[in-house]
């Protein structure tokens, strides 16, 4: 069963621009969300999250949106960077139970 | 610094071979460790987690099983391997269970032929 869900397995931007990866989850009991990066023939590497009491959290130039009643967040990138493209997971948790999405390619052309 | 070390990176294996992935870290104590696979154009996928020596737990039934000998050492075999047995595995560690980032290793691309 997929519990969290990226539907769009690759994106493509402009550097400069803004990035903007979405993920979908089923459970309302998720209650901390993350988002992972990855290079490739690399581990993924944490790189920011949400707790359920808040609805935005923001890091230098990500962000992180969490929409409860649509069970919705998403990861922004402002301004998108080459060195940005990577394979970016999203995360769910409820207590130790953390689900992944499948992933989305970002690429960001110079 | 903790460091998360995992080998070897690439692996190809017959099918019906037996397997054995490592994974050590370092700069911590008793830390959660875990399993995930990656299969082609899927998520990750939790197959075992462990807070402690001996104590393991499978996440999903199959051909694989897991052992933590030591605090900081996490090992994933199986006596026979299978086709279906491919795919990127990641072992992890984190402070805690419950809503903890997770540290990942750099991964084995284990391919069954």
């Known amino acids: 069963d997929q519990q969290v869900k990226q539907n769009s397995p690759s994106l493509s931007v402009q550097e400069g621009r803004i990035s903007i990866l979405n993920c979908d989850y089923t459970?309302?009991?998720?209650?901390?969300f993350l988002w992972y990066k990855k290079y490739p023939a690399e581990g993924p590497t944490f790189l920011i999250s949400?707790?359920?009491?808040?609805d935005k959290n923001e890091d230098g130039r990500f962000t992180v949106f969490l929409n409860k009643s649509a069970k919705h967040l998403s990861l922004h990138i402002v301004p998108s960077q080459p060195g940005d493209s990577a394979v970016y997971f999203c995360a769910a948790s409820a207590w130790s139970d953390m689900r992944f999405g499948a992933g989305t390619r970002l690429t960001v052309k110079p | 610094s903790q460091t998360i070390h995992q080998w070897p990176a690439t692996l190809v294996q017959p099918v019906g071979s037996p397997l054995s992935l490592e994974c050590t870290v370092e700069?911590?104590?008793?830390?959660?460790l875990y399993w995930y696979r990656q299969a082609a154009g899927r998520g990750l996928q939790l197959l075992f987690y462990s807070v402690g020596i001996g104590q393991i737990s499978s996440e999903v039934p199959q051909n694989l099983s897991a052992s933590r000998p030591q605090d900081r050492q996490f090992i994933l075999s199986s006596k026979k391997l299978l086709l279906s047995d491919s795919g990127f595995y990641l072992c992890?560690?984190?402070?805690?269970?419950?809503?903890?980032?997770?540290?990942f290793g750099s991964g084995t691309q284990l391919s069954v032929l």
């Open positions: 700069g911590t104590s008793n830390p959660n």
């Open positions: 992890a560690w984190s402070v805690s269970l419950t809503n903890e980032k997770l540290f």
């Open positions: 459970n309302s009991m998720f209650d901390y």
């Open positions: 949400i707790s359920s009491i808040k």
